[in-house]
């Protein structure tokens, strides 16, 4: 089975950074995603790995080891929009197709 | 363009009911997956289906069951309801089953009573 835990809730400040992390235990582990989930909307995609090493998109970065089964989103220069739930979803091969396994994700406070 | 596009958008039904579920992925995307999300958790995994087969299964009772038409649009179905299947469903497209990056819809919001 796969299993994933990241912390249940950050609160931070405006303009500082955050890291939010992940670690999991998956079989057949592809890769590791970041999705971001506003309250009352749809999970948006962030940032995929599936190599070693950081991932930078904008404010967002994306690290992961596999070796650990640990990964991390760094979310920089927050701000109040910033303030959402994020996920860490495992991507899993098993027999000829792929799951998505999300972890049960951690709530963002972003102060003024 | 449009992008994934879920109905209906909120529904109640009675415990004992059947419900179905849609789902129009974005145009050319191939790969549809459904999920449940319950308030305060992550969505968990039901299924996925490439090119009409099914290609992933979560751990969900035999009562939900789904298929993909040949224009790749999805149905989710469900079998007599119980309480707990109220939750968020929603419904997550990608160009190919290899892709990693998903789009979701917004939801179907489902209410059993």
């Known amino acids: 089975g796969q299993s994933l835990e990241q912390p249940s809730e950050v609160t931070a400040v405006e303009g500082a950074i955050v890291q939010i992390n992940c670690t999991y235990q998956?079989?057949?582990?592809?890769?590791l995603s970041w999705y971001q989930q506003h309250d009352g909307g749809a999970p948006t995609f962030l940032s995929y790995?599936?190599?070693?090493g950081l991932e930078e998109t904008g404010r967002f970065s994306s690290f992961l080891s596999r070796s650990d089964s640990y990964g991390y989103l760094l979310l920089q220069e927050l701000q109040m929009k910033d303030s959402a739930s994020y996920f860490c979803?495992?991507?899993?091969?098993?027999?000829?197709?792929?799951?998505?396994?999300f972890g049960a994700g951690t709530r963002l406070f972003v102060k003024a | 363009d449009a992008g994934v596009t879920q109905s209906p958008t909120h529904l109640i039904k009675t415990r004992g009911q059947h419900v179905t579920l849609r789902c129009s992925p974005i145009?050319?995307?191939?790969?549809v997956s459904w999920y449940q999300q319950v308030l305060g958790q992550g969505p968990q995994f039901i299924f996925q289906?490439?090119?009409?087969?099914?290609?992933g299964r979560g751990n969900f009772p035999d009562r939900f069951s789904a298929r993909q038409f040949p224009n790749y649009s999805s149905e989710l179905n469900v079998n007599a309801l119980l309480l707990g299947d109220s939750a968020l469903y929603l419904c997550?497209?990608?160009?190919?089953?290899?892709?990693?990056?998903?789009?979701f819809g917004s939801g179907t919001r489902l209410t059993v009573v």
């Open positions: 997550a497209s990608s160009l190919e089953l290899a892709n990693y990056g998903y789009t």
């Open positions: 998956t079989s057949g582990f592809y890769g």
């Open positions: 790995n599936a190599l070693d």
């Open positions: 979803a495992v991507r899993d091969q098993e027999g000829g197709g792929f799951k998505t396994i």
């Open positions: 145009s050319g995307h191939k790969s």
């Open positions: 289906y490439y090119e009409k087969e099914e290609r």
